[in-house]
């Protein structure tokens, strides 16, 4: 069935610094990649997607790119500030070896960042 | 622009006792599915539901039931409450199944069972 491994945390950073959490998955086909960020006390929202190879996803500053070479769909951010404090979570949709079709899921990595 | 509402936000139950928890999509979305969320555990599917009146099992369905008498409602019941039920539920629906469809997420159920 289909995987996503995700950098664990807690990770913490000060206001400005460049954000790095890393997504590598196993997947059947060609599905879309995902990152959703859960604010605190809240439920997941979509922050942004790629739907192909060498796509990029971008959405309030932040950005990933679909590397279908290395399986991986790393989130970046140039610059966080303290309201992107939150988790994020990778995930595609697929299949799981029993068949059933589902969003695979990161465990996500919690982020703080401090002023 | 309701998206997806879970009903109740909060709640406390006794070891033993049974209850419903609410899930409402007004997008008329095909596929609905229930997530537990514990720490260091991510998102564990519990039960899907590809279309009215059509459920199945996904990785951690044991002491959960769930029906879909509509396109709109996707109720996930406990039904004899455990200590390992505590957790937070997240329903959430997609317009359908596939690769490339988004998931629509509610605000999430916090239950905690003693």
């Known amino acids: 069935g289909d995987s996503v491994t995700q950098m664990e945390g807690p990770v913490t950073l000060s206001e400005e610094a460049f954000l790095t959490i890393n997504c590598t998955y196993t997947?059947?086909?060609?599905?879309?990649l995902f990152w959703y960020v859960q604010y605190p006390g809240e439920g997941l929202q979509l922050l942004l997607k790629?739907?192909?190879?060498?796509d990029k996803g971008s959405n309030k500053g932040f950005e990933a790119t679909y590397r279908k070479e290395t399986t991986s769909f790393h989130l970046e951010k140039g610059s966080v500030q303290v309201s992107d404090s939150a988790v994020y979570f990778c995930?595609?949709?697929?299949?799981?070896?029993?068949?059933?079709?589902?969003?695979?899921f990161g465990k996500g990595t919690k982020l703080s960042v401090i002023p | 622009n309701a998206g997806v509402t879970q009903t109740p936000k909060f709640q406390v139950l006794k070891t033993g006792q049974s209850m419903t928890l609410q899930c409402a999509q007004d997008?008329?979305?095909?596929?609905m599915s229930w997530y537990r969320q514990d720490p260091g555990m991510g998102l564990r599917l519990i039960h899907y539901?590809?279309?009215?009146?059509?459920?199945d099992q996904g990785e951690v369905p044991n002491g959960y039931n769930v029906s879909r008498s509509t396109t709109e409602d996707f109720p996930l019941r406990l039904l004899s409450a455990a200590p390992s039920q505590t957790s937070v539920y997240f329903c959430?629906?997609?317009?359908?199944?596939?690769?490339?469809?988004?998931?629509?997420f509610g605000q999430g159920t916090r239950l905690t069972v003693v």
């Open positions: 959430a629906s997609t317009l359908r199944t596939g690769l490339n469809t988004e998931a629509f």
């Open positions: 997947a059947t086909g060609y599905p879309s």
């Open positions: 790629a739907t192909k190879a060498d």
């Open positions: 995930a595609l949709p697929g299949y799981s070896g029993a068949g059933s079709y589902q969003l695979t």
């Open positions: 997008m008329n979305h095909e596929y």
């Open positions: 539901s590809v279309g009215a009146g059509i459920t």
